[in-house]
């Protein structure tokens, strides 16, 4: 019986979405990596991104500028945080080139973490970029719904230096999987998908960025038939019935 257990706890962690969270600075003096809450690097803004098609797929991709004021180059190791794994086509670049990462263990609420480096010039600003996809599983709300969810872990983003200038979360989801939900966003309307926008200015990443979505199921489906039908042949019935008393 424990043996069955612990394979089902398995099996539910391997369908657990891998949730993304803002770059966090660290410091590798001590020998363990710990937070660089001392860093003078500025993650002044930020753009990320989910597209959401029909089966079920996130894109994801994550735009952050780091910008270094200081008159000196500062070089930098930066974990990138998830929860529960990471995704296994995750890639990383600054500007046009590539950046490699390792996997490593992160204790920050997290785990695991990819670990790269990078350098900025003196008084000057790079871009890093970031990508990857995870599957978005519906669960049941309710009889006749779905709910989806997708989350991003923005609190990290405070231990830069200073506030974010910009930061903007857009969420595309395919119609296909939408009936209604979205709310708190600006949401716009395209061919294929539901756009949810928000955007903050000056802002001290203190909470989740969080987006949550409907979507009636097959069984809700039949059942915006099967009432009104049953609805109209009742008022046949009791019209019949009526008449008949009357006649």
Known sequence: M???????????????QPVHANPVPVSESSGTPTIDGDTPV????????????????????????????????????????????????????????TVNHTLVPFNLSFSPAARFSCSIPANDTTEIT?????????????????????????????????????????????KDLY?????????????????ARATYHNWTADRDIDVVWYNVNAYGKALLIVVPVSLIVAAVLVIRLVRKKTA
């Open 2 to 16: 424990k043996k069955m257990v612990v394979l089902v706890l398995f099996l539910c962690s391997l369908l657990l």
């Open 42 to 97: 500025i993650l002044q803004h930020e753009n990320v991104t989910y597209v959401v098609d029909e089966s079920h797929r996130a894109n994801v991709t994550a735009v952050y500028h780091l910008r270094n004021p200081t008159m000196e180059e500062c070089n930098l190791t930066i974990m990138l945080p998830f929860r529960e794994r990471m995704p296994d086509d995750l890639a990383v670049w600054q500007g046009n080139v």
């Open 130 to 174: 970031t990508t990857y996809s995870l599957w978005i599983a519906e669960v049941i709300h309710n009889v006749v719904t779905y709910r989806y969810e997708c989350t991003y872990i923005a609190g990290t983003g405070r231990h830069w230096n200073g506030s974010i200038a910009e930061a903007r979360f857009t969420f595309k989801v395919a």
């Open 179 to 195: 009936s209604h939900g979205l709310s708190g966003y600006d949401v716009t309307e395209t061919t294929r998908y539901m756009v």
